[in-house]
């Protein structure tokens, strides 16, 4: 399971963002990918080319439920295969910089 996580600055909170990538059986893909859609504190998701067959977009607002969505509830998903989070410690998107600009950030 890779994780990969920022902080994004809302216009009224902070929020921790996963990037989880899924590897799956191929015959449980969308019906895994609606489960996971489903499931509190996940955002987004993505079927995808590649190396992997899913891609999650957690979005938390302490890096605590991080292991509440990803570690208790999806694990146990049938079908999952592998996973792999990203952390990151910033983000670079025109959205995410001009809403920075907005809120005064430097």
Known sequence: MIVFVHL?????????????????????????ANQIAETPGISEVFSVAGRYDL???????KNDELADVISDRMRHLEGIVETETMIAFRAYSKYELEAGFELGLD
Do not use: F, G, H, Y
């Open 55 to 61: 891609v999650a977009i957690v979005r938390v607002s």
């Open 8 to 32: 994004l600055w809302c216009a009224e909170t902070l929020m921790v963002t996963a990037i989880v990538l899924i590897k799956a059986e191929t015959s449980r893909i969308p019906d895994l």
